[in-house]
Nanobody, 126 residues
Framework: QVQLVESGGGLVQAGGSLRLSCAASGRIFSRYAMGWFRQAPGKEREFVAV????????YYADSVKGRFTMSRDNAKNTVYLQMNNLKPEDTAVYYC???????????????????WGQGTQVTVSS
């Protein structure tokens, strides 16, 4: 079993920055691909970023490319999402997720992820 706990969300003005963290416990974290997703009110959960277990490959949604950076520290069992130049349309609950079946693959479909955190709210005011 894997437990994921997100933190770092909050309220920020447009153009500001936040850094989300996702701490993992349980099974061998370093063997998972990790993803970030978000869900705004009334909308479906959408892909934000993913990194393979080896961190060799990281992939971003077009909507966040150039503004968000995902990283992982396997020694600390933690992944991060640095979010810069935030926009009101980035407002959502952000979730981290672990994908164990193909940990060296880039998977952007939420249904392929096995474990999810509880989410952290990010609100960007205009």
């Amino acid at each position: 079993q894997v437990q994921l706990v997100e933190s770092g969300g909050g309220l920020v003005q447009a153009g500001g920055s936040l850094r989300l963290s996702c701490a993992a416990s349980g099974r061998i974290f370093s063997r998972y691909a990790m993803g970030w997703f978000r869900q705004a009110p009334g909308k479906e959960r959408e892909f934000v970023a993913v990194t393979s277990w080896s961190s060799v490959t990281t992939y971003y949604a077009d909507s966040v490319k150039g503004r968000f950076t995902m990283s992982r520290d396997n020694a600390k069992n933690t992944v991060y999402l640095q979010m810069n130049n935030l926009k009101p349309e980035d407002t959502a609950v952000y979730y981290c997720a672990a994908q164990t079946v193909k940990p060296n693959s880039i998977v952007v479909v939420a249904s392929a992820y096995d474990y999810w955190g509880q989410g952290t709210q990010v609100t960007v005011s205009s």
